[in-house]
C-alpha cells in the first residue's frame, strides 16, 4: 500500500482539535510533535495520570497518514465541506517499508555496565562472556534504553544479593524480574495490569530461560502476606505515591525497595511518602530522572493492608 502524508504546524491549543478533525475526515494515524525535535531547540515534555492536563508545544507539528494520495484529497474535500480551513501545509509520499525491520533497527545491544547488557533478540551479544539479557519488547515498556530502566538495572547489578526473593512491580517486556534473575535472584515475581506485559515478560522469560512468575496485579494484591527482600518499581511518580502502603506491605523487615520513573523535581515529594517505611534517598540519577533506594525500617507508620491503593 502507497501512504500519504499531510504536515502542518497549529498553534497548542489548537492542535488537539486539528487531530481529531482529521481523524474524523479519514487520517490512519495523527501524530503532533514538537517541530524542532532533533535540534538544539527541541522542548521534552514530560506527562504522567493524576499530573493534569497534558500540554503541547506553542507550535505543535502535526503529522496525518492517508491511504494515499486520493486518501489526502478526500480529506480535505471533507475539511473545506465543513468550512475548516486548513493552515498552510504539505503533502508528499511515504515509501512503503519493512516496518518490522525499520523498527527493529532502532535499537541495538546496550551496556548497562561492563558484564550486564541488553540485547534485542535479533542482534548478537557484543561481549558473549557478559549477561546479555536477551529481549523482545513487543509492545512492553522496558527495552534498556530509557534511563529509568538503566537506573533500575545498575542497582540491580551493583546492590542485588544471591538468593534473595524479588517483586518487579509494573513489570512491561520483564526486563527488571529478569535481570533480577539471572544476576542470581532466588524467587522473582513480575505483576502488572497489562495482559499485553504479561505475555511479553512470560516470552522475554523464555527467551533467556529463567525461572520467573508473572502475574496480574490485582492478583498480587489478593496475595497480602507474601513479602519480599527486595521490590523494584519502575513506573511514574504519581502512580509511586499511591501504591505507597501496598508497595511497602511487600517488603519484609529489613528488606529493600528501589523505585524509578520519578523525574529529579519529584524525587522529594515520592521519597516523603516512602519514608513512612524505609530509610530512603536518591541513589543515582541519569538525564534528568533518579532512582530512589531504601531500608525498610521496623518503626514505620501504620499502613493499609497491601493492594487496598491502586494504580499503574
Known amino acids: 500500500m502507497s501512504y500519504f502524508a499531510l504536515v502542518f504546524d497549529a498553534d ?3 492542535a488537539g482539535g486539528w487531530g481529531d478533525a482529521l481523524l474524523e475526515a479519514g487520517a490512519l494515524s495523527v501524530d503532533i510533535a514538537d517541530p524542532h525535535a532533533g535540534t538544539s531547540e527541541e522542548t521534552a515534555l ?3 495520570p493524576g499530573a493534569g492536563g497534558y500540554r503541547l508545544w506553542p507550535v505543535s507539528r502535526l503529522t496525518a497518514l492517508f491511504a494515499g494520495a486520493p486518501g489526502v484529497a478526500a480529506a480535505l474535500a471533507r475539511l473545506a465541506a465543513a468550512g475548516t480551513a486548513l493552515p498552510p501545509h504539505e503533502t508528499f509520499p511515504v515509501a512503503d517499508r519493512d516496518w518490522v525491520r525499520v523498527t527493529q533497527a532502532q535499537f541495538e545491544p546496550i551496556r548497562i555496565t561492563d558484564g550486564l547488557w541488553v540485547v534485542p533478540s535479533w542482534c548478537d551479544p ?10 523482545d519488547p513487543g509492545l512492553a515498556f522496558g527495552t534498556g534504553s530509557h534511563p529509568t530502566t538503566r537506573l533500575c538495572l545498575r542497582w540491580l547489578a551493583r546492590e542485588l544479593r544471591a538468593g534473595e526473593t524479588v517483586l518487579d512491580y509494573g513489570c512491561g517486556s520483564g526486563i527488571l524480574a529478569i535481570a533480577a534473575a ?15 506485559a504479561l505475555a511479553a515478560s512470560r516470552a522475554n522469560a523464555a527467551r533467556n530461560r529463567v ?15 507474601t513479602t519480599f527482600d527486595v521490590v523494584v518499581a519502575n513506573i511514574l511518580a504519581n502512580p509511586l505515591v499511591l501504591l505507597a502502603p501496598a508497595l511497602a506491605g511487600r517488603v519484609r523487615e529489613g ?14 515529594v515520592v521519597a516523603v511518602e516512602y519514608r513512612h517505611w524505609f530509610n530512603i534517598d536518591v541513589c ?3 538525564d534528568g530522572w533518579v532512582c530512589l533506594a531504601g531500608t525498610r525500617h521496623g518503626n514505620g507508620g501504620s499502613e493499609p493492608a497491601p493492594g487496598t491503593r491502586g494504580g499503574d
Open 284 to 286: 543515582e540519577r541519569d
Open 46 to 48: 514530560f506527562g504522567e
Open 126 to 135: 557484543v561481549d558473549p562472556a557478559a549477561i546479555n539479557l536477551e529481549l
Open 255 to 268: 528488606g529493600r525497595i528501589v523505585l524509578s520513573g520519578i523525574l529529579e523535581t519529584q524525587a522529594e
Open 12 to 14: 497548542a491549543d489548537a
Open 211 to 225: 525461572d520467573t512468575t508473572f502475574v496480574p496485579a490485582d492478583r498480587l494484591a489478593a496475595d497480602e502476606k
Open 182 to 196: 539471572r544476576l542470581g535472584a532466588g524467587r522473582v515475581v513480575g505483576a502488572d495490569i497489562d495482559p499485553q
